[in-house]
């Protein structure tokens, strides 16, 4: 696998209205644990 330039831990994601579930598993899956999830819409 290719080495990245900063260690899973320190590579946060957002995600936000319309992600599929299925995309929060596979971030999980591959090691990904700073993971911020909102399944509404923001401000609203």
């Known amino acids: 696998?290719?080495?990245v330039s900063l260690e899973k831990?320190?590579?946060k994601?957002?995600?936000v209205e319309g992600v599929h579930q299925k995309?929060?598993?596979s971030?999980?899956?591959a090691g990904?644990?700073?993971i911020e999830y909102h399944k509404g819409r923001a401000g609203r």
Do not use: G, H, P, V
């Open 1 to 3: 696998m290719a080495k």
């Open 9 to 11: 831990d320190k590579i």
């Open 13 to 15: 994601f957002l995600l």
């Open 23 to 25: 995309a929060l598993e």
């Open 27 to 29: 971030l999980r899956a």
């Open 32 to 34: 990904y644990t700073n």
